[in-house]
Every structure is written in structure tokens, then in C-alpha cells.
T-cell receptor, first 111, second 112 residues
């Protein structure tokens, strides 16, 4: 089982739609969670951290469910510019607690 | 804003060559990382460093080595390049090992 697992998609949605991605993680000792965005042939960029209580940044909402070991990202009112690959990130736990990146979910927002 | 700079965007080398990829960060971050990214496999950690002259193997260190002589600079070395090392290489840095990582633009390396 992968340490961090995501549906690769693609998710094809119309502009203005609400879309949600889930991501599961296998290590219950994971302490840190993030969502990154990666445009085609570019580097990953931090979209937002994920906090236990859930957090929102504009049209983006991230949530963490420790009991079921998944995190989610909700995008409201999708824009064409939201088209990208979204990487879910957890941590390995333990002394070094390195970050573990999922393989990404591709979102294509259609006009 | 954090700036992570990788020395080359595109690089073409031959099998058997020794290849150096350089990375510099300007935020005085303790931790630096080298990843490779391949389609369907995502980001895989090659090596990381949590202090000057300190290094630790990641998940796929075979065929690679690293050097960190100064805090701001982390170098990845392909000792004897092989075609299966053709990939996108990404350098990152962070304040703490479980803190968000900031990435450079990446180096697309082709080994012929």
C-alpha cells in the first residue's frame, strides 16, 4: 500500500463547479499534511497546510480526518486557472518525519 | 519569498559521465532535499541534508551522492550517469524537516 494515495483523475469539471479531492495516508504517526499545486512541467508549489480543525483559504478548504486517515481539498467556484495537478502530502512520522508526496490528482476545468 | 535556484533547467549528458546538479537557497533553511519526479511515480526522495556536511539517504539513493559544504548550497552528483537516471530533478528546502518545502524550478536531465 502506498504511504499517500490519491485518485489520479482526471477530474473534468465546468467553470464554477465545486470539486473535492480525497487522499488517504497509511501512517497513523503522520503529523504534517499539505496540499501542493503543480502546473504542467513546473515545480510543485505550496497551496495550503492542513490543520486538524480544518482550514480555509479563499475558495479552498482543507480538512483532516485522523480517525479515517484521510485529508481532503475542496475547491469552490472553479476557475480555468485552477487546472493543475494537486499533490497530497503527509509525513512519515518518527524522528525525521520526512514529507511523503502523493502522485497527484489532475484537475481540468472546462470553459 | 523563498528562492530556491537550480543551476540548469535542461541538461543532456552521456552514459558514464559524472553529472553535477547544483541547488542554492536564500532563506537560511536548515534542511535541503533532492527528489526525482517520473510519470506515475510521483516525487521520490533521493537524499536530504539537515545541516552542513550532514546527509541522509532517502528512498532511492543508489547511483547518487550529495554534498553540502555550505548551508545555502546542496549538490547532487550522479557518479556514473545511466539512461534510467533520465528524469526531472527537483531541489527543495525547508525550515524544519516536517515544514512545507519550497522547490526550485527543476532540472530536466536526459542521459543519452
Amino acid at each position: 500500500r502506498k504511504e499517500v494515495e490519491q485518485d489520479p483523475g482526471p477530474f473534468n469539471v465546468p467553470e464554477g463547479a465545486t470539486v473535492a479531492f480525497n487522499c488517504t495516508y497509511s501512517n497513523s504517526a503522520s503529523q504534517s499534511f499539505f496540499w501542493y499545486r503543480q502546473d504542467c512541467r513546473k515545480e510543485p508549489k505550496l497551496l495550503m497546510s492542513v490543520y486538524s480543525s480544518g482550514n480555509e483559504d479563499g475558495r479552498f478548504t482543507a480538512q483532516l480526518n485522523r480517525a479515517s486517515q484521510y485529508i481532503s481539498l475542496l475547491i469552490r467556484d472553479s476557475k480555468l486557472s485552477d487546472s493543475a495537478t494537486y499533490l497530497c502530502v503527509g509525513s512519515r512520522g518518527g524522528a525525521t518525519n520526512k514529507l511523503i508526496f502523493g502522485t497527484g490528482t489532475l484537475l481540468a476545468v472546462q470553459p | 519569498d523563498v528562492k530556491v535556484t537550480q543551476s540548469s533547467r535542461y541538461l543532456v549528458k552521456r552514459t558514464g559521465e559524472k553529472v553535477f546538479l547544483e541547488c542554492v537557497q536564500d532563506m537560511d533553511h536548515e534542511n535541503m532535499f533532492w527528489y526525482r519526479q517520473d510519470p506515475g511515480l510521483g516525487l521520490r526522495l533521493i537524499y536530504f541534508s539537515y545541516d552542513v556536511k550532514m546527509k541522509e539517504k532517502g528512498d532511492i539513493p543508489e547511483g547518487y551522492s550529495v554534498s553540502r559544504e555550505k548551508k545555502e548550497r546542496f549538490s547532487l552528483i550522479l557518479e556514473s550517469a545511466s539512461t534510467n537516471q533520465t528524469s526531472m530533478y527537483l531541489c527543495a528546502s525547508s525550515f524544519g524537516v516536517n515544514q512545507p518545502q519550497h522547490f526550485g524550478d527543476g532540472t530536466r536531465l536526459s542521459i543519452l
